[in-house]
């Protein structure tokens, strides 16, 4: 017999954790991942930040809005955008450990976007960092 999965599905909505709502945030980066090149495509960089003012709700949960950034040589400009705003040396970098990102703040305009779902045509609204604002 396989291992049973202790799920506790029962309280968990499909909806996804909670997400920022729209407005100008001190996004902190809470974890990096790398996905890899795939055929033509290049790597992506997703980043979940959170808002570093804010403190967890009584279920330990925080709204948190997510990040790609493709590291296409058209595109690494947003990643860059992201590392100038939080004032870190990393942006001039040619190579960088993702565990130096973890932490990063930077302020940020986060908006709603609305997609449909390819399968039900269900229309959802996620959250999105529209742009990042440099630091003065």
Known sequence: MSPLLNAG??????????????GVYTLQATKVEVKPPIDDKAA??????????????????IQSVRKT????????????RWLVAAGSDLAEAEEIDTDDLIG???????????????DTGEVRTYANVGKFMNAD
Do not use: I
């Not at 599905?9 to 729209?22: F, K, N, R, Y």
């Not at 930077?106 to 390819?118: E, L, R």
């Open 104 to 118: 990063l703040q930077a302020k940020a305009v986060v908006v709603a976007n609305t997609a449909s779902d390819k």
């Open 44 to 61: 992506q960089v997703v980043v979940t930040f959170v808002d570093a003012n804010a403190d967890p709700g009584a279920d330990g949960s």
């Open 69 to 80: 950034f493709s590291m296409s040589k058209a595109a690494k400009c947003y990643f860059k």
């Open 9 to 22: 599905l029962a309280d968990v909505s499909t909806d996804g954790p909670p997400q920022l709502e729209p």
